[in-house]
């Protein structure tokens, strides 16, 4: 296949205003052999839509001038060379803004939080909608850390604790508590806990 197409008028994750939109592009090339405008075109939702041609190095950019546009917008170019070769390429398109949340929030454990969301709608038909829905944090749980334990001087002993979570607070205390440690006699220690703060610097 020698039919290459390329750069769409708006890029993945790009977006563009209705009020700026007047057309659709993409470039449609083949070094080997002609395209055909005849074989050339766009699809709007499955159905074959008016197509221009400007003319660009071994090909055209082809543009579709859509009418008014509301929801979402399946768009298919279908190339064709004089080979009777022919390729398509698939672009969908959302109507709207896509919305993310990517704020870290410490909303504690077993709680159930609600998240309201409000969109107002300023390119096409102005309104104003929101939304609603609730999610359950999960609870605390206990659980054994590995350590890895060195002797020294076969006295004293050095453990390094590795946490299952790395991801810490700033500003939050956080307690290690140290229980059930006995030699091979069955001697037991005392039960040990020591805190530390996270310092946001």
């Not at 008014?68 to 390729?87: C, F, R």
């Not at 307690?175 to 020591?194: C, E, L, R, Y």
Request: aromatic share 14%; proline share 2%.
């Amino acid at each position: 296949m020698t039919i290459l197409i390329d750069n769409f008028s708006i890029d993945v994750e790009e977006w563009v205003s209705i009020a700026d939109l007047v057309s659709f592009s993409v470039n449609v090339i083949d070094h080997d052999n002609n395209i055909t405008t005849s074989g050339t075109y766009f699809l709007h939702d499955d159905q074959i839509v008016l197509t221009s041609y400007s003319g660009i190095l071994d090909g055209y950019r082809c543009y579709y001038y859509p009418p008014t546009i509301s929801g979402e917008v399946n768009l298919t170019i279908h190339a064709e060379n004089d080979n009777s070769e022919t390729e398509e390429e698939d672009y969908y398109l959302l109507y709207g803004y896509n919305v993310k949340f990517n704020e870290v929030v410490d909303w504690g454990p077993k709680k159930e939080v609600v998240t309201t969301v409000d969109v107002k709608n300023l390119a096409f038909c102005p309104n104003k909608v929101g939304d609603a829905f609730y999610f359950e944090t999960a609870d605390l749980h206990s659980c054994d850390l590995n350590a890895t334990i060195k002797a020294v001087e076969s006295v004293d002993l050095n453990a390094t604790i590795y946490s299952q979570n790395t991801f810490f607070f700033y500003e939050r205390t956080y307690t290690v508590k140290i229980s059930g440690i006995q030699d091979f006699a069955g001697n037991k220690t005392s039960d040990f806990s020591f805190s530390f703060t996270i310092e946001n610097e």
